[in-house]
């Protein structure tokens, strides 16, 4: 019970308090951590279980935190998917590092708003810091800047706003796109991620004003067709912007040709923004810089430490090497946020859409000392060789067939066995039918049996299933515990048919 | 040092040191909290302090914990400025409680992504249920849905994207703003926070679509002005689309006449969205909710948990009576987002411009579970209490006056000495300028000081300095210690001059 010592005393829990359930809690994570297999990783609840669970109303009075911890194994824990399961290989598979989650509780017990230098000053240098640290990392040049948002979705948002701001004599932030006449279009491949589907409309741009360029069959954007959309775009009357280049799409890890992109960016004088949120960790590594080639002359690169990078989310980061025009985009100071150091420091609220920012670079410094640039480095290695071993397995499969590289630690696939192979009685259609059908009841299954969570895409309309590595903990069995899995759906499926 | 155990292990830290520093940084959030007071409020640190104290590239090996605590305390504490000090009276006032911090231990650790409800069915399903309660509290109707975002400058964003969304016929979201000639118009007072202003520079309406109605002495919006400024717009083939009202300025906390607005956005057919976020926590209290009647007809309404309902930065919550609206403006599933649950479950990433969603609603069920609604509201009376009385203090003080009503938590006065008031010799403007020039060296006298912070505003171009109280260990020592602070600090300068 609340104040059970005060009756009638108002404040917080106590410190003897705190330090009783901070306690428990720790203990809890540390176990949750160590054994994270022993639960369903994709949760298998119905919908509605918590809400039918939990009371109509919030308690009137104040209850005992045994109540509340008690309620969260009960009620919560069966409803988690649990993302720190070793064998979540679905969408972006991420870790909270407990370094990682020891920043999060200082974040959480600071609660400083680091919108202005003076509201804490830690907050924003220790931001300019590790960004620095993470630039040098990635071999970035020195004249990019970063500044860390909580999602990729609001660093491309971001960077795209700049862009837009830095048309020459529009004056967009002024007058509005309408005011300005702005017919401004942004260009990216068919695989770009929907963030920039979602920052277009929420710019202002539409739907229409946003182009996709179609890929090559290693789902890269092709430089040629975007010069030639450019030229016909421009001829009509649009006034052409931004590029997004990816460097590690969703569907398929596949890598633009950053540099040839550059070229047209650099001729046609328009903003280069490149989405690495997920790829940029691999940019750490001498051996795959070589996929990155280009992105040094980006003005914008966001990359998300939350994702590939052991950090607990949110953490994004944008770099942008034009961070005035990032400014003069978002920069608005009221009286009552005015503060007398304003030209010698850097006040981040100045350059995104948010005025309230976490202490998030705290947790970025715990996880980038403790592990180090080699511990990173070694653990980003064992995901690629994962996917290597993965990818090697699925092509040595006569059951199963790859269906796009694998220049990270995705692997996108599906099975096709011998006997929809062999077929003959079907149309091309028809096998594929056949196919989607099978992939996705193979995937749907080996979620249901709970032991590891795939997720898909569809590459040129075909259903692939999509490993993707990228947990702290995810080692040789987990992978292998995969394949097994499929293999044995696949086997059930064969016998039933 | 990392894995020190098993050299050449990967993997995260053991579940045992986990555990040991868990315990530390718990033992460090008790003691902090314990004591808030032994740190000076505002960081006293030079600009570079910490880019001066740190190295200049990320460690090439792991680094033991320990001397990563060790830098929390040596290099980190002393930039930090306190939001959690019980006398940091500043911008508004916050508080990170203690279940609050336990509750982000959780987020941090399940490190789910809420953006399908598969990804997590109890981080979405408890957000709901939280929502509903807290709808419940501020006695929204059940026509009200809701949806988490990090900060209130997202909310409103959001609640203008959907307003934009819903204008008949356009169809911004496809065409754009230019495609679509959406010569749209945003309206609120002079006295809307910044970040209605950054919604309507990030979302292309530029600063010349929005129009500032300008407001009576107690700096709320006028009606009548609102009124005639939207008969002049659509005379001259603006399109009204949206107003913003607000109920508790950041300046001054004042409240807009919302149902006389309601009226007017009713018969204009213009979305009503209302920016309560430090406000609309006291509408939990019977005895104030007067001041928030008309809301109940908004479109939608953003209230901020993070500000003055004692849960960790960041947590703001938009209520939607038109949720399907919000999920118009921002719905996209791309296929590797696509799941079997669409149409049962509510997928919370179709309603924001942000994919990446941590688990926020755990915080807030901590809080409200500890607290109970009558802990919440009491300590909410306690805030208002004390902020009478310092209003009070200030009413009964020859030396000091007050320069706005004080309908919440929050005193904005000046000193206003009486060797000042009776000088002959000056004119109104330079009388002004002197005062000026006197309550800005008080407050940042009074902030070096580093007992208590306060910040400024401007009212009528006038000086305002803002005593804000939303701390949860603020009691009367401190309120009393802020005048005694001001005063002091006042007869130091009557001493010199």
Redesign the interface.
Known sequence: M?NAKEPGA????S?????Q???Q??????????HPERHAV??Q?E?????NA?P????????A?D??LAD?DE??????????HPAFF??FS?????????G??????????AML???????T??E??TL???R??LELPESFGGVIY?????SS?CAI?AA?EAVPHLH?????????????RLYCSEQA???I?????????????IRKIACDAEFRLKPELLDAAIAEDRANGWIPFCVVATTGT??TTSVDPVAAIADICERENLWLHVDAAYGGAAAILPEMRQLFLGCERADSLVMNP?KWM?V???L?VLFCRRMEVLRQ??S???????S??TD??KNFMEYG????R?FRA?KL??V????????IT??LR?HLELARQFAAWVDASAEFERLAPTPFSTVCFRAFPATLRQRQDWSEAEREAALETLNEQIM?RVNQRGKVFL????LNGTFTI?LAIGN??T?TAHIQLAWDELNAVLKEWQSAS
Chains 1, 2 share one sequence.
Request: avoid cysteine; charge should be negative; hydrophobic fraction near 45%.
């Open positions: 609340e108002l404040g917080d829990m410190a003897e308090e705190f330090r359930y901070g306690y809690v720790v203990d809890w994570i540390a176990d949750y951590l160590a994709l949760s609840v919908p509605g279980y918590l809400k939990l109509q109303s919030a308690p009137v009075n104040g209850e935190m109540k509340v969260v009620k919560i824990v069966p409803g988690v998917t649990h993302w720190n679905a969408y991420i870790s909270a590092s407990a370094p990682g989650i020891l999060e509780m200082f974040a959480a017990a600071f609660n400083v708003n230098w003076r509201t804490s000053p830690a907050a240098e220790l300019e810091v620095n640290w993470l040098q990392m909580d999602t990729a979705s609001i948002l706003a837009r967009v932030r002024e007058k509005g796109l309408y005011g300005a006449a702005a017919k401004l991620h929907s963030s589907d979602k920052a277009a409309i929420v710019l202002g741009l539409g739907q229409q004003g969703t569907s939350h052991f607990p989310v949110d994004s985009a978002f608005l100071v009221p009286e009552y946020l005015r007398s150091e010698e420091v859409p948010q005025l309230g976490r705290i410094w715990f980038m000392r403790y592990f180090g640039v080699e511990g070694a653990r064992q749907e997720s898909h895409t569809k999509r702290l903990r080692a």
